[in-house]
């Protein structure tokens, strides 16, 4: 399980990279996301989060991975993928969408199931 607690700390430390990103740059999510320079980086933590969940499939955490919805997981691989493999046209909406309302369910749901270890 230690492993798995630790692939949530990635995770949870991912989110926070982009919250960071974002305060810093002092710019709305929308204007954040289009930035030249804070783009990539927010696009690399979301990129790093999706490895992370698929690291936990692939070490068989299925009762950690059941923490987070079934849609939630396939949407985040899905954007991964989707940042990975078609940068240059990657739907900045879609990034907005992660940022603004799958992270924070992702920070909640980490926070919870940490503060019981």
Do not use: W
């Amino acid at each position: 399980m230690s492993n798995a607690i630790d692939r949530l700390k990635k995770i949870y430390v991912c989110i926070e990279n982009i919250e960071f990103i974002m305060n810093e740059s002092n710019l709305k999510v929308t204007h954040s996301i289009e930035d030249k320079i804070i783009k990539p980086a927010i696009r690399m933590n979301i990129i790093r989060i999706a490895e992370q969940f698929n690291k936990l499939k692939d070490e068989n955490e299925f009762t950690t991975l059941e923490l987070f919805t079934s849609n939630d997981l396939k949407g985040i691989n899905a954007v991964r993928n989707y940042i990975a493999h078609d940068y240059d046209s990657t739907d900045d909406n879609i990034i907005e969408d992660v940022v603004r309302y799958n992270l924070p369910i992702f920070k909640e749901t980490i926070t919870t199931h940490l503060s019981h270890f």
